[in-house]
């Protein structure tokens, strides 16, 4: 049984209570360091861990951040999923579609 609200450890209210929030970056904790207070992981959707658009722009695949994301909700953590936009704001093809994998994944309807 999950709990429903915002932080899967927490209760339903969202009522902008100060949270203590954990944040670990490009990792995803595992055994013992998981912690009991509410936590996010943030990932980039680049394999190289790049955090904004390079040229060239490599990607993980949809499988290897639909498994980080299983991983982390799986472990009572949230996920907040870096995407790279171009110079000019669009989101290349490729992530798109890795966004549309994880949507499907999710039981999202819809695609971007």
């Known amino acids: 049984m999950s709990k429903g609200g915002v932080f899967p450890n927490m209760g339903n209210a969202a009522n902008g209570a ?8 490009s990792s995803i904790p595992t055994g013992t360091a998981i912690p009991t207070s509410p936590w996010m992981a943030d990932e980039t959707i680049s394999s190289n861990g790049s955090w904004c658009f390079v040229n060239p722009m490599t990607y993980k695949s949809a499988a290897t951040v639909i498994n ?6 799986a472990a009572g953590g ?18 798109i579609d890795i966004l549309n994998a994880v949507g499907k994944h999710l039981g999202a309807p819809g695609t971007f």
């Open 18 to 25: 100060n949270v203590s929030l954990q944040d670990f970056q």
């Open 68 to 73: 980080e994301l299983d991983q982390i909700n």
């Open 78 to 95: 949230i996920m907040l999923l870096n995407v790279s936009p171009e110079k000019d704001g669009t989101i290349p093809q490729e992530q």
